[in-house]
């Protein structure tokens, strides 16, 4: 069937608003309204004067030419991105202050960087970098653990302008392999291990596994995550190939001069989190990226000198890199990082860090918040969360329930939220409150940040209250192209209507003028010619006290075209029965009307997801359709998957 199609149905009315906290609006870093149409009249001088506060070794002569798809920022202009974190800071008064607070997943491990202390060991590690012969445009590839030592290589190849390729450490041998090999990495930066949930994940195992079949490799540079001697000794170095990060640094002079990079030089490669299939090669250039993430961090996360701000992404997604690594530190920033597991060795563990801390501004993901909705208030209730002031989260959509949930119970009802839209290929934060001056509504992620223009398209490229979402005018931190293959560039995200980036995102405008995303274009469903994002429904579900999270799909119906088929996680302690699935049945009905009852409804403990949390309910589709299950490799836990699709067959064919 055709997933194409015009507008969507808007079955979801939200009617709560949550205006700036007096308070906050006071001291936060932007309060005037005036800001959006300030930045409207001149959107290439609004970027500009953010860029502006950046240093630059040359300044630009150009701010945009744009020849779609091709945009180019701040053309002429020289820059380096690892000075912009740490060498203007180290220069002034935040010299001393912490950059860096890592807490391992053993609760005694901590480790403080200085922004002197950060630029030292970059510094040191560009030189090891250098001395094994990485140069400017060569590639590294980095599969390392949430410890410093991620950020400092990331740092370490901007210094001397080598693009990264950060691999999360979760992937598998092969997906480390496939993402070695399109970008043609040189050098790979692993660990011998991380820890997750208690066990010791072998890293440098999965790495040599991966280099077997990786020929553009030529060296693999090791950190000694700290597992004590006789584990490290039981890691297997190849002579001549890999080396120690300890030894490398040992000998290194932290003596080195930034390269002084092009605007427009790549600065990194990040494949996409693949939730619908092949991830693609995202590629990001160096001054417009930087600008970009420079003032979102600044803005939407109201940075304050005092701010002690945690992102609880991992670094091998976009959002660590853009949230916990260069937009935080080009600040001046104090960032909290966190190598583990949220539930170990306690489901409080995110609240004991905190408290211990005194975080005040917290970033997490829709999945993580559903999360700790399962598990209870019992858990962050035992902590002392007066010091937050400000939640964000980023991801997937947040149904309002969730919203509230995180509001009321992490947030104390005081802090604002930041439901921020965005996407690999966005670089950051495109859609989103500003937090000292949008009234915000849950589940919407409100309003293109200054001098963005989004628009709700249909398939004629007319605007519509509903429909697809649309970027109508270039960013500074846009994908520039795919590594290596720009047709798939073109094609992807530019063959949808002239000159317009598609996001591959539904979306509609409510009454306020916000927008709400609705999910994906792919995964919406057609119920009897109405064509329905998955969001609303799986928010339906939600909004019901027994639930902590759903996924819909549209299962193929041989008169509505598809019903509705729901997979449901219930609370810690509520049993899923045969009323409860009436229940919920009549719940969406009452909450969003007949046409989205779903025809049946699956409890399950978990539900299938990507490596980075989101729902992949393209499988769900398989699954409710019997078809043989597609492929599962970006799957955190493909265990999930096959007995989701037993329990169907048992259950599901009602
Ligand atoms: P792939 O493109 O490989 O299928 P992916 O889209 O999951 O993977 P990301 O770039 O990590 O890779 O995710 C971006 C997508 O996440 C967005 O297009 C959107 O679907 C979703 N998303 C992110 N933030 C939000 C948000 N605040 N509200 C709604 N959806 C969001
Ligand atoms: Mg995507």
């Known amino acids: 069937m055709s997933r194409d199609g015009d507008a969507f149905d808007m079955l979801l009315t939200e009617d709560r608003r ?48 744009w020849t779609p798809p091709h945009a180019q920022w701040f053309l002429g202009g020289r820059l380096n991105v690892a000075y912009n974190c740490l060498d203007r ?46 140069g400017r445009g060569d590639r590294v590839a980095i599969y390392l653990p949430m410890i410093p030592e991620a950020a400092i290589a990331m740092l ?13 450490g979760g992937f598998s041998p092969e997906s480390l392999g496939d993402r070695i090999n399109d970008a043609g990495a040189k050098v790979l930066i692993t660990a011998d291990g991380g820890y997750r949930r208690g066990q010791v994940l072998p890293l440098k195992a999965a790495a040599d596994k991966a280099m077997e079949n990786c020929p553009t490799i030529e060296h693999c540079v090791c950190v000694a995550r700290g597992f004590g001697l006789s584990k490290v000794s039981g890691v297997h170095m190849t002579g001549g190939r890999d080396h120690w990060y300890h030894d490398l640094i040992a000998d290194a002079s932290a003596d080195c001069p930034p390269e002084p990079m092009d605007s427009e030089d790549v600065l990194y490669i990040l494949y996409t989190s ?32 005092d701010d002690v701000y945690w992102c609880s992404a991992d670094v091998g997604w976009v959002t660590g890199h853009s949230y916990i690594v260069y937009g935080p530190l080009a600040n001046g920033a104090t960032v909290m990082m966190y190598e583990g597991a949220p539930d170990w060795p306690h489901r409080g563990r995110f609240w004991e860090i905190c408290e211990k801390y005194g975080v005040t501004v917290f970033y997490t993901a829709p999945t993580a918040i ?18 937050l002031r400000l939640l964000g989260t980023v991801g997937e959509p947040i149904n ?7 509001h009321n119970v992490i947030g104390g009802g005081r802090c604002p939220i930041v439901d921020t839209w965005w996407q690999t290929e966005t670089g950051a934060i495109m859609i989103t409150p500003l937090p000292g001056v949008t009234a915000t509504t849950p589940g919407s992620a409100t309003l293109p940040f200054p001098g963005i223009e989004a628009k709700i398209l249909n398939d004629e490229g007319e605007e519509a209250d509903a429909g697809y979402l649309a970027l109508t005018r270039p960013w500074p931190s846009m994908i520039r192209t795919i590594w290596g293959d720009d047709q798939r560039f ?51 579900l939600v909004d019901h006290p027994a639930v902590a999270e759903a996924a819909v799909v549209g299962k193929t119906h041989d008169v509505k075209g598809e019903s509705v088929a729901s997979f449901v996680t219930l609370k810690d302690g509520i049993e899923g029965t045969d009323e409860l699935v009436a229940e919920l049945k009549q719940h969406v009905v009452d909450k969003i009307g007949a046409i989205a009852r779903p025809e049946t409804v699956i409890f399950t403990g978990a539900l299938p997801k990507t490596r980075s949390g989101k729902i992949m309910r393209r499988l769900l589709r398989d699954i409710a359709d019997g078809r043989a299950v597609g492929d599962t490799t970006t799957l955190a836990d493909p265990e999930v998957v096959m007995s989701l699709k037993n329990r169907y067959e048992e259950e599901g064919k009602i």
Request: with cysteine.
């Open 18 to 65: 949550f205006p700036p906290p007096e308070g906050f609006r006071e001291r936060a870093v932007v309060s005037d309204p005036d800001v959006y149409e300030d930045a409207e009249r001149d959107f290439q001088e609004y970027w500009a004067a953010w860029a502006e506060e950046l240093d630059w070794f040359e300044p630009w002569h150009t701010v945009l030419e």
């Open 89 to 134: 800071h180290v220069n002034g008064p935040k010299r001393n202050q912490a950059a860096l607070i890592w807490e391992g997943e053993p609760q005694d491990e901590r480790r403080v960087y200085t922004y002197w202390d950060l630029h030292r060991e970059v510094c040191q590690f560009a030189n090891a970098l250098k001395g094994l012969g990485v």
């Open 156 to 168: 370490a190849c901007a210094r001397i302008g080598a693009p990264h390729s950060v691999v999360f």
């Open 274 to 305: 693949g939730t619908t299939g092949k991830p693609k090669g995202v590629v990001h250039h160096t001054g417009g990226y930087l600008t970009q993430v420079y003032a979102t961090t600044k803005v939407v996360f109201d940075l304050q000198d």
């Open 370 to 387: 559903r999360a700790f909705m399962k598990w209870g208030e019992a858990f962050p209730d035992q902590y002392d969360l007066s010091k």
């Open 400 to 406: 309002p329930e969730a919203w509230i949930w995180y």
């Open 490 to 540: 073109k094609d992807t995200y530019w063959s949808k209507w002239p000159d317009t980036y598609f996001t591959g995102d539904g979306a509609k405008r409510d009454g306020d003028g916000n927008l709400w995303v609705l999910g994906r274009v792919d995964d919406v469903l057609n119920v009897a010619g109405h064509r329905i994002g998955t969001m609303e429904v799986e928010s339906a």
